[in-house]
T-cell receptor
Framework: NAGVTQTPKFRILKIGQSMTLQCTQD?????MYWYRQDPGMGLKLIYY???????DKGEVPNGYNVSRSTTEDFPLRLELAAPSQTSVYFCASSAQRNTEAFFGQGTRLTVV | GQQLNQSPQSMFIQEGEDVSMNCTSS?????WLWYKQEPGEGPVLLIA?????ELTSNGRLTAQFGITRKDSFLNISASIPSDVGIYFC???????????FGTGTKLQVIP
């Protein structure tokens, strides 16, 4: 019953450091998404993928990169961490485009 | 871009009371989704609505897809302490448009 699994759950980065947030799903979903959630705000789409090898930008892609080499995995890369990237990051997947999505537990990232 | 206004922003209610919250959009949606997020967890889908006027229940939860297609409502009957969390609406206008999330309604239940 794994669903969508994200690692790590928490991370503190220094300004300028880089890291990769991992996301894997075991439901064979073609569609995967990365969102960020800031306090008191809804979810903002960073990047999404419609299948292995295909990715596209969402609303707030600046400062992030993604790749999708397999159906299961959709890592999110931060190259030069900035304080503005302090947020909670959620990975999600869905069987159909932009419909019912299953979310991971989130990664709480703090950039200091 | 599309905007979703969700209200109320937060609410405190007594256990056993009924709860109503709603979401309004500046544009038409073809799909409305309602999610619940508990502390430290990701959102979990509660109800999905696909047709204007549709009324769908999931246990004590009932959601409606507004006739104008610009709004949706979620009701929780006989609230219990485990209903605590943040409830998000989300709308999709179809095709290649992205899902838009509301800002959430934070629900606190007083035992």
């Amino acid at each position: 019953n794994a669903g969508v699994t994200q690692t790590p759950k928490f991370r503190i980065l220094k300004i300028g450091q880089s890291m990769t947030l991992q996301c894997t799903q075991d439901m064979n979903h073609n569609y995967m998404y990365w969102y960020r959630q800031d306090p008191g705000m809804g979810l903002k789409l960073i990047y999404y993928s419609v299948g292995a090898g295909i990715t596209d930008k969402g609303e707030v892609p600046n400062g992030y990169n993604v790749s999708r080499s397999t159906t299961e995995d959709f890592p999110l890369r931060l190259e030069l961490a900035a304080p503005s990237q302090t947020s909670v990051y959620f990975c999600a997947s869905s069987a159909q485009r932009n419909t019912e999505a299953f979310f991971g537990q989130g990664t709480r990232l703090t950039v200091v | 871009g599309q905007q979703l206004n969700q209200s109320p922003q937060s609410m405190f209610i007594q256990e056993g009371e009924d709860v109503s919250m709603n979401c309004t959009s500046s544009s038409i949606f073809n799909t409305w989704l309602w999610y619940k997020q508990e502390p430290g967890e990701g959102p979990v889908l509660l109800i999905a609505l696909y047709k204007a006027g549709e009324l769908t229940s999931n246990g004590r939860l009932t959601a409606q897809f507004g006739i104008t297609r610009k709004d949706s409502f979620l009701n929780i009957s006989a609230s219990i302490p485990s209903d605590v969390g943040i409830y998000f609406c989300a709308g999709h206008s179809g095709g290649y448009q992205k899902v838009t999330f509301g800002t959430g309604t934070k629900l606190q239940v007083i035992p």
